[in-house]
């Protein structure tokens, strides 16, 4: 064999060698994976957390940028507007009364969710305004976020 031959056969690895990199690299993906997994439930579980406490929002600060929202809707020629997102499982039965629009789903509520609804009670339901809560979206099969959206139209 010429040294060239020599030098690229250097250069290829065995067989044994293929497969060992080809593992690593899927060990290495698997573990960042991981990682990238346990960061974003530590990051919900945070969230629902925060959630949970009391906003420390004014009801004149909330009035402020409920209109503010509603007002830009309105100019875009929207009827209902997504005003908050938050996990199934921060309400009481994970999302099941709000899923099958049971009466009294209103109750498990918590949080800040539940501040938003009784808000809504005190200022926005007089003026006509309705206060839709569903789940918008069911990742896996299971209930994922609930939508709160403020509605002004039949």
């Not at 100019?75 to 938050?86: A, D, H, I, K, P």
């Amino acid at each position: 064999m010429s040294g060239i031959e020599d030098d690229l056969l250097k250069l290829l690895p065995t067989a044994e060698q293929a497969r060992d990199k080809i593992l690593q690299a899927k060990a290495q993906k698997l573990l960042a994976e991981r990682k990238s997994q346990e960061k974003a439930a530590a990051e919900k579980k945070a969230l629902i957390q925060r959630l949970q406490k009391p906003s420390g929002v004014s009801d004149a600060q909330a009035l402020k940028k409920v209109t503010t929202i509603i007002q830009r809707a309105v100019s875009n020629g929207l009827n209902e507007v997504e005003v908050y997102r938050f996990p199934s499982t921060l309400c009481t039965d994970r999302g099941i009364a709000i899923n099958n629009q049971s009466p009294g789903w209103e109750q498990t509520l918590v949080g800040l969710p539940k501040e938003m609804y009784e808000f809504w009670k005190r200022h926005l339901r007089g003026r006509g305004y309705k206060f839709i809560c569903k789940i918008a979206d069911f990742p896996g099969g299971v209930l994922g976020d609930v939508s709160i959206s403020l509605k002004w139209s039949q």
